[in-house]
Nanobody
């Protein structure tokens, strides 16, 4: 059965780093475009970063230069390295897989606070 499972969230201080991981099950991972989205309280879900099946990346302006998305097709994994975290990065982060249809993970909480 198709499933995405995120991990790596937590509570960190401003300026810290965190790496999120997403494991994909039940899909032909290499053909999927993968992405990270986030949703803060009271706000709509927004795109953070995407990586195509061919490895092309795209980032929201708010995270450019701080976040890096990557994928490992051999492990069916996608990662989001987050550096220089800010309080405004606080949100639930969701993994997304898109090919002929889209799948979502359950989300992992990231809280940036001093």
């Amino acid at each position: 059965q198709e499933r995405l499972v995120e991990s790596g969230g937590g509570l960190v201080q401003p300026g810290d780093s965190l790496r999120l991981s997403c494991s994909a099950f039940g899909i032909i991972f290499r053909v999927y475009d993968m992405g990270w989205y986030r949703q803060a309280p009271g706000k709509e879900r927004e795109l953070v970063a995407t990586i195509s099946s061919r490895g092309f990346t795209n980032y929201a302006d708010s995270v450019k230069g701080r976040f890096t998305i990557s994928r490992d097709n051999a492990k069916n994994m996608v990662y989001l390295q987050m550096n220089s975290l800010k309080p405004e990065d606080t949100a639930v982060y969701y993994c997304n897989a898109k090919y002929r249809r889209a799948y979502w993970g359950q989300g992992t909480q990231v809280t940036v606070s001093s």
